[in-house]
């Protein structure tokens, strides 16, 4: 387990002994350039995670990239760095089976610094204008935002993008069936502005439970005790009743009011394009904003795969799609991937050991009618002989075992995604979705064939065990000079 990491510093620490960590020493402009050094450091390949250490104006470092490649997500969650994805994807969806509740402390590095009502200024910080066609600084690009149920007393924590406004005034967008959402709409119905935390600067762990789509009524701080192996400590808000890591680097509290909105975005988003133009959307009024000493600010770039935002969706859709399925006892599930470089958003492939006709149509649905599934557009589901970290394995399941017209099911004005530029403009939010059942039929009409055997499909292709097991004897033999 990752017993040194607890917090953004210790994992930067790791990050530069590992030397996955580049300090950009020289002076940077927060506006435009930082974005352009983080975009080119996107590669491919990904170069090393960034540390702007003097960022144009400000005292505060800006930091980036941590988590941009399977390799600095393995070390965040303390596995060897040359492990292979489905290994950590698996052990992961184990380590998701036990939730650990949070341990509540009296004070922490996060209190070091406070400032109240009219001192407050969110511009304190060097928040980054990503690219020329943002719509402004976005203060939340690899944040996680805390609410609470007012009715179970359910804490949520999401990554929802934030737009800055002004000294005391953010955006923030997120979709209906986001929890944020949830909860939000039980407070307006209450004639209450929602209490709100936004955490800029975390131990990793709670970085990725706050983008992880755990079904509603699950506290991502506890899932992210799961994924340490072990607690995470978190403080009471100064002026919210909300639980917050006590290790991270700025905190902002506040209140979404009612009824109030404001023109948010465009943004340059993961679909790689600046989908969904400028909106009125909800506000975030801040009465309070904590940090601690010579605080680290922390942003992500999005755009075209693969980003920092598409490699950690790979890995957590994955890994919560395994737990989902062991879950509910739906029988078969041998792996799950969300190819990073499609966007993982949209698009997942699901491994099954098939025993029933539907079962591959079942694994579909069942994903997409999850929490996880609300973005997915596209379900893929194989056999489990399948490597479905392989793009033409993939394709050739599809090629050889799918019949459009029987194994693809299609259905319409479903949720999903408000930034798909495939969906017309005014439409965006609802969109078309597919499942792919690339898997062998197992319908009647495939009875066993004398031509293959007494088999229900054609056999593989491969040499008989004989020849085999000659050629193995004799291969010194061959004068082959190749080692296989
Ligand atoms: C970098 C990044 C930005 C995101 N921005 C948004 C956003 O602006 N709005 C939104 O609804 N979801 C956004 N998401 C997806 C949510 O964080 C994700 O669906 C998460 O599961 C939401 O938490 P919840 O399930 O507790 O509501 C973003 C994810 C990442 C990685
Ligand atoms: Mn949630």
């Given at each position: 387990?990752?017993?040194?990491?607890?917090?953004?510093?210790?994992?930067?620490?790791?990050?530069?002994?590992?030397?996955?960590?580049?300090?950009?020493?020289?002076?940077?402009?927060?506006?435009?350039?930082?974005?352009?050094?983080?975009?080119?450091?996107?590669?491919?390949?990904?170069?090393?995670?960034?540390?702007?250490?003097?960022?144009?104006?400000?005292?505060?470092?800006?930091?980036?990239?941590?988590?941009?490649?399977?390799?600095?997500?393995?070390?965040?969650?303390?596995?060897?760095?040359?492990?292979?994805?489905?290994?950590?994807?698996?052990?992961?969806?184990?380590?998701?089976?036990?939730?650990?509740?949070?341990?509540?402390?009296?004070?922490?590095?996060?209190?070091?610094?406070?400032?109240?009502?009219?001192?407050?200024?969110?511009?304190?910080?060097?928040?980054?204008?990503?690219?020329?066609?943002?719509?402004?600084?976005?203060?939340?690009?690899?944040?996680?935002?805390?609410?609470?149920?007012?009715?179970?007393?359910?804490?949520?924590?999401?990554?929802?993008?934030?737009?800055?406004?002004?000294?005391?005034?953010?955006?923030?967008?997120?979709?209906?069936?986001?929890?944020?959402?949830?909860?939000?709409?039980?407070?307006?119905?209450?004639?209450?502005?929602?209490?709100?935390?936004?955490?800029?600067?975390?131990?990793?762990?709670?970085?990725?439970?706050?983008?992880?789509?755990?079904?509603?009524g699950v506290s991502e701080w506890d899932m992210a005790g799961a994924l340490r192996g072990r607690p995470i400590e978190v403080v009471k808000g100064e002026t919210?009743?909300?639980?917050?890591?006590?290790?991270?680097?700025?905190?902002?509290?506040?209140?979404?009011?009612?009824?109030e909105r404001r023109q948010e975005g465009p943004f340059g988003e993961h679909t790689g394009f600046y989908g969904g133009g400028k909106r009125p959307m909800p506000?975030?009024?801040?009465?309070?904003?904590?940090?601690?000493?010579?605080?680290?600010?922390?942003?992500?770039?999005?755009?075209?795969?693969?980003?920092?935002?598409?490699?950690?969706?790979?890995?957590?859709?994955?890994?919560?799609?395994?737990?989902?399925?062991?879950?509910?006892?739906?029988?078969?599930?041998?792996?799950?991937?969300?190819?990073?470089?499609?966007?993982?958003?949209?698009?997942?492939?699901?491994?099954?050991?098939?025993?029933?006709?539907?079962?591959?149509?079942?694994?579909?649905?069942?994903?997409?009618?999850?929490?996880?599934?609300?973005?997915?557009?596209?379900?893929?589901?194989?056999?489990?002989?399948?490597?479905?970290?392989?793009?033409?394995?993939?394709?050739?399941?599809?090629?050889?075992?799918?019949?459009?017209?029987?194994?693809?099911?299609?259905?319409?004005?479903?949720?999903?995604?408000?930034?798909?530029?495939?969906?017309?403009?005014?439409?965006?939010?609802?969109?078309?979705?597919?499942?792919?059942?690339?898997?062998?039929?197992?319908?009647?009409?495939?009875?066993?064939?004398?031509?293959?055997?007494?088999?229900?499909?054609?056999?593989?292709?491969?040499?008989?065990?004989?020849?085999?097991?000659?050629?193995?004897?004799?291969?010194?033999?061959?004068?082959?000079?190749?080692?296989?």
């Amino acid at each position: 387990m990752a017993d040194n990491i607890y917090d953004l510093r210790s994992f930067i620490e790791r990050l530069e002994h590992e030397g996955e960590l580049a300090r950009v020493k020289a002076e940077v402009d927060w506006k435009y350039e930082l974005g352009a050094i983080a975009f080119k450091c996107l590669g491919p390949p990904a170069g090393p995670a960034l540390l702007f250490e003097k960022v144009k104006g400000y005292a505060t470092p800006v930091f980036t990239g941590g988590l941009l490649t399977l390799k600095r997500i393995a070390l965040a969650l303390g596995f060897h760095p040359g492990t292979d994805e489905a290994t950590m994807v698996k052990e992961c969806a184990r380590r998701l089976e036990t939730p650990m509740k949070p341990s509540l402390v009296k004070t922490g590095p996060c209190k070091e610094n406070k400032q109240f009502g009219k001192d407050v200024n969110v511009l304190k910080f060097p928040v980054p204008w990503w690219t020329e066609k943002d719509g402004g600084r976005y203060i939340g690009t690899w944040h996680q935002v805390m609410v609470k149920d007012p009715d179970s007393g359910w804490q949520n924590a999401g990554t929802y993008r934030m737009m800055l406004h002004d000294a005391n005034t953010c955006g923030i967008l997120f979709s209906p069936f986001q929890h944020i959402s949830l909860i939000h709409h039980k407070y307006l119905k209450m004639n209450k502005p929602t209490p709100i935390a936004i955490t800029i600067g975390n131990d990793p762990a709670c970085e990725l439970v706050s983008i992880t789509p755990f079904p509603a009524g699950v506290s991502e701080w506890d899932m992210a005790g799961a994924l340490r192996g072990r607690p995470i400590e978190v403080v009471k808000g100064e002026t919210v009743d909300l639980l917050i890591p006590a290790n991270a680097e700025i905190v902002i509290e506040g209140e979404i009011p009612i009824g109030e909105r404001r023109q948010e975005g465009p943004f340059g988003e993961h679909t790689g394009f600046y989908g969904g133009g400028k909106r009125p959307m909800p506000i975030v009024r801040v009465n309070c904003v904590t940090h601690r000493n010579e605080p680290i600010f922390r942003g992500s770039i999005l755009g075209k795969p693969v980003t920092e935002d598409h490699s950690c969706l790979s890995f957590v859709f994955a890994s919560q799609a395994m737990a989902m399925y062991k879950a509910a006892g739906f029988p078969g599930v041998t792996g799950v991937s969300y190819p990073a470089g499609g966007d993982p958003d949209f698009n997942a492939i699901v491994a099954i050991k098939k025993s029933y006709a539907s079962q591959g149509l079942d694994a579909g649905r069942m994903l997409l009618a999850s929490k996880g599934g609300k973005m997915l557009k596209h379900v893929i589901v194989v056999d489990d002989d399948i490597n479905i970290y392989d793009l033409n394995e993939i394709l050739w399941s599809i090629n050889t075992r799918f019949q459009a017209s029987r194994q693809l099911y299609i259905t319409r004005y479903e949720s999903g995604s408000r930034l798909d530029p495939s969906v017309p403009f005014d439409w965006m939010g609802i969109t078309d979705k597919m499942i792919m059942d690339a898997t062998w039929p197992m319908t009647p009409d495939f009875p066993p064939r004398e031509e293959y055997g007494g088999a229900v499909h054609p056999p593989a292709v491969k040499p008989g065990e004989e020849a085999r097991q000659l050629v193995e004897k004799r291969w010194q033999e061959y004068g082959i000079n190749w080692n296989k």
